[in-house]
């Protein structure tokens, strides 16, 4: 059984366009994350939800909107796609929001391409 | 917030050999987390050391830590080409829990 999942694997998209990614873990975490990982590997952390609700929120552009309808469920909407996007998105989670005491858990990631 | 640097970039070496990667970072950490990105993949945790402990070991990983010169390694011995990867070092610090990741050291084995 896959522990975080993430749909799709790979999307490709035009410019201007609005996509969602989605997340799902089964492992009865409290705490889910999004990264996204640049060309050149950097991973920086995008938000983290603790039991549906916000906890961090970088600066990342308010057309990235996540949504946390239930604690094993966290997704991605990005409006107004713009080709600085491209990127790897990656989902994660942890026991809970000190999840560094026991390590996160990634799922596989989502391909972003903004043509 | 800050975010460990891993050296070398890239490594390159024979299956059988140990592979040597280290972690810097500036300030001062509750722990430090390593973990493996095989291509295309996601990450993958591998060992978690926290800011009292010096060492630590899973199965062929060794993991050291010097809080005195803000640094950590991470050892694999008797390399496989299985473990051709990307590996990361993710530091936490202060009242944040959250890990802030380094660019990573892309290993190779050769069979």
């Known amino acids: 059984d896959t522990a975080v999942s993430q749909t799709p694997k790979y999307l490709v998209t035009q410019m201007g366009n609005d996509k969602s990614i989605k997340c799902e873990q089964n492992l009865g975490h409290d705490t889910m994350y999004w990264y996204k990982q640049d060309s050149k590997k950097f991973l920086k952390i995008m938000f983290s939800?603790?039991?549906?609700?916000?906890?961090i929120n970088e600066t990342v552009p308010n057309r990235f909107s996540p949504k946390s309808p239930d604690k094993a469920h966290l997704n991605l909407h990005i409006n107004s796609l713009e080709l600085g996007d491209s990127a790897v998105y990656f989902c994660?989670?942890?026991?809970?929001?000190?999840?560094?005491?026991?390590?996160?858990?990634f799922g596989s990631g989502t391909r972003l391409t903004v043509v | 917030s800050q975010q460990g640097e891993e050296d070398p970039q890239a490594l390159s070496i024979q299956e059988g050999e140990n592979a040597t990667m280290n972690c810097s970072y500036k300030?001062?950490?509750?722990?430090l987390q390593w973990y493996r990105q095989n291509s295309g993949r996601g990450l993958v945790h591998l060992i978690l050391i926290r800011s009292n402990e010096r060492e630590k070991h899973s199965g062929r990983l060794r993991v050291t830590l010097d809080t005195s010169k803000k640094s950590s390694s991470l050892l694999i011995t008797a390399s496989r080409a299985a473990d051709t990867a990307s590996y990361f070092c993710a530091t936490s610090s202060g009242g944040s829990y959250i890990p802030t990741f380094g660019r990573g050291t892309s290993l190779i084995v050769h069979p």
């Open positions: 994660a989670s942890s026991q809970d929001f000190r999840g560094a005491g026991y390590g996160y858990t």
């Open positions: 300030t001062s950490i509750n722990n």
């Open positions: 939800y603790n039991n549906k609700e916000l906890i």
